[in-house]
């Protein structure tokens, strides 16, 4: 069973569409984090949530909107993409905030045309 | 200046020898620091943790600490094929509740 999942894995799109990426973790984790890995391969967190409650929102355009229905769910929302938007965002997880191993989902290669 | 910093490679280690992955960081306060293996086209998964200074070693790899000089190290002994990846650096800061990573260095073991 897989312990982070994510879907779609692909995803190929028109700029200025919206789309959606879903996350799930069946570790029963209390934090998930979304990260964006760019072309160069530098991974960056953009979002985590303790316990569906927000908790990192770093610099990211609010075109991008996470939500966390419950602690097991972790969903990213992208508004009006831009080419700028194309790369793999991974979901992960980890048994709370801090000093936790975090384990990651597949990842989700957008690329915006 | 960059939070986490790494050779981004890349680096080619012949098979059976010692390749050695270094890391250095800006933030005195970091208390917790992981290395991720991440295959071309995979996800980043755990290869080692360390939170103490000195060496900690699991298997083929050894982590090493120094917080008075700022960096983390992997080694990788006998390397093989298999371990040809990028090795990404971690590093977690208490009170930030958030892991930043480095660029990477990617390995290449060589038959």
């Known amino acids: 069973d897989t312990a982070v999942s994510q879907t779609p894995k692909y995803l190929v799109t028109q700029m200025g569409n919206d789309k959606s990426i879903k996350c799930e973790q069946n570790l029963g984790h209390d934090t998930m984090y979304w990260y964006k890995q760019d072309s160069k391969k530098f991974l960056k967190i953009m979002f985590s949530?303790?316990?569906?409650?927000?908790?990192i929102n770093e610099t990211v355009p609010n075109r991008f909107s996470p939500k966390s229905p419950d602690k097991a769910h972790l969903n990213l929302h992208i508004n009006s993409l831009e080419l700028g938007d194309s790369a793999v965002y991974f979901c992960a997880s980890s048994q709370r905030q801090g000093f936790e191993t975090q384990y990651f989902g597949p990842g989700t290669r957008l690329l915006v045309l | 200046q960059k939070e986490v910093e790494q050779n981004s490679g890349p680096l080619s280690v012949p098979e059976g020898a010692i390749a050695s992955l270094n890391c250095t960081y800006s933030d005195r306060g970091s208390q917790s620091f992981f290395w991720y293996r991440q295959y071309s086209g995979k996800s980043p998964e755990l290869i080692m943790s360390i939170y103490s200074n000195g060496d900690k070693e699991d298997g083929r790899f050894t982590a090493q600490l120094n917080k008075a000089s700022q960096y983390v190290s992997l080694l990788i002994r006998d390397s093989q094929p298999s371990d040809s990846a990028t090795y990404l650096c971690a590093v977690d800061n208490f009170g930030n509740e958030k892991l930043t990573f480095g660029t990477g260095t990617r390995l290449t073991i060589i038959p």
């Open positions: 949530y303790n316990n569906k409650e927000l908790i």
